[in-house]
Every structure is written in C-alpha cells, then in structure tokens.
C-alpha cells in the first residue's frame, strides 16, 4: 500500500509561520483513498463567496490551484474517477472544500459532524461549515456513530469496504464528531489527526508558539476535550516497528519531513 502526502493548501495565518492542508492520498484494492480533502477548485474561483472573510483575511490561504487535490492526483498520472474514498477527520473548510471535485466517491464521516454541518445553528457553524453548506454532496455516505473497537486504547470504528489496515480513532474537541484516520504505512502506524493538534510541540510536552496555541484554543469547539484528547495522543507509542507516527492538517514541518524524510 503506497501513501502519498499532499499540501492541499497553503496558509499564510496573521501573526504565526507557514501553515498546510496535509492531506493523505493512497493506494488501496478499491482505488485511491483521500484523507481529508484541503481546499477544492470552486474555493480557488469563488474564494470570498466560498471562505468569506473572516478565513480569507486572517488564515490568509494561497488558494492556487496547483496545490488542489484534484490537480496533483491527474499530474500523478491518475483520474478524478479513481478516487474512490474519501475519509474526513471533519468538515471544516479547509478540510472539506476539495470534497465537490470527486462525486464519484464514497464519503466516510462521523454521524455527529454530518449532523452539525449541516444543521448547527450560530456564527462559528456558519464560517467553518461554509463550502459543505453550498456543495452537491456525495450521493455515496457512509457515516460512523459507534467506535466500539479499540484501537492502542482509543475508540475507534472499522471503516466501511476497506480492510484492517485502517482505523477511524475517535479524537473528539476541536468539533464534538472529530476524527482521526489511522494507515498502515510499512511497519508502522500512520495517524493523521487532522486537527486535534496545530504544532507538533503540543504532542511532545514542549511549549507551543504563542500563536498556534491561541489558535488551537480559540477554535475548538470543546477545549477541555480537546486539551485530554492531545495528553493521549502523547503517550502513544513512539513511531518505530509497531508503534505510531503522529502527524496533523496544519504543522508544515511535519508535512516537509513526510515528503522528505529527516528534513525540519
């Protein structure tokens, strides 16, 4: 099984350093499979009337689209058509803007981020649930509302049509329905954490840029949840043989080290 890291979206926040849109592509029996999607090409033409302002102006992203999913995955020599899955850690726009550009494919989400996509009241819902709110949703859902299995102690749920080496982990806080997608990747684990986490610091008991932890704060939606979700985060097993390698959506340099192994 092969697993390709994509920037699906480059931002440039007021305040703080280089963020991305880290996003998963592999190969898989059914076809290709993303985790999370990044910014899609109608937030690339309609930025304003896609983000808004408030994203627009404060997380200030690149919107090219050259960094696309969609674009990378047909420079990669593959069709649109051969997405097959799309597995979200959650909905927010800059996660999900990219959703729109595979109808074809089969969506995989939590029941509880579904629900508040696409029915929570309030501000906060109506900037962080924009693009979902004016998308032709996937006709194919399959939404998660159990997490009876247990995986390295966390809830977790079999995804639907794929096999053992994946995971749907239950990372609840920065939305109640966040999700964390689990990959098998040689000998270890792989576990995108979307945004359970901004900065790698958070996950290695060293302080956090100011910046990023007034972020991390400020935009989860359950802060004490979020707070215990990341404590176990960090006492997951180390990555080596059987262990686990923790990355999330927003940290650059663990994008850059993933694409170039040992850069920082």
């Not at 896609?50 to 969609?70: F, I, M, Q, S, W």
């Not at 004490?224 to 043989?241: D, H, I, N």
Request: contains cysteine; hydrophobic residues 40%.
């Amino acid at each position: 099984m092969t697993v390709i890291h994509l920037n699906c979206g480059t931002l440039h926040p007021v305040g703080g350093d280089r963020m991305v849109c880290h996003v998963l592509l592999v190969e898989t029996a059914r076809g290709l499979l993303l985790v999370d999607t990044g910014f899609g090409r109608r937030d690339v033409a309609e930025p304003t009337g896609r983000l808004g302002h408030p994203l627009t102006k404060v997380v200030r992203p690149d919107l090219a689209y050259r960094e696309t999913a969609l674009f990378q995955i047909q420079a990669l020599g593959f069709d649109q058509a051969d997405v097959a899955d799309i597995v979200m850690t959650h909905l927010d726009s800059d996660h999900s803007g990219g959703i729109e550009d595979f109808p074809a494919a089969r969506l995989h989400v939590s029941a509880r981020e579904l629900a508040d996509a696409d029915a929570e009241a309030g501000p906060s819902a109506a900037v962080r649930y924009r693009p979902w709110r004016q998308s032709r949703h996937p006709d194919d859902v399959v939404t998660y509302s159990e997490t009876a299995d247990d995986w390295f102690g966390f809830p977790a749920a079999a995804l639907s049509g794929l096999d053992n080496d994946f995971a749907y982990v239950a990372l609840p806080g920065h939305t109640p329905g966040h999700m964390g997608v689990a990959v098998r990747d040689g000998d270890e684990w792989l576990l995108h954490c979307g945004d359970a986490f901004y900065h790698r610091n958070a996950v290695l008991g060293r302080p956090l840029p100011v910046s990023m932890a007034f972020s991390q704060f400020l935009t989860a939606r359950r802060p004490r949840e979020a707070r215990r979700t990341r404590k176990r985060l960090a006492e997951l097993p180390g990555s080596s043989e059987g262990g686990v390698r923790l990355i999330c959506a927003h940290d650059a340099v663990l994008f850059d080290e993933s694409v170039e192994p040992g850069r920082a």
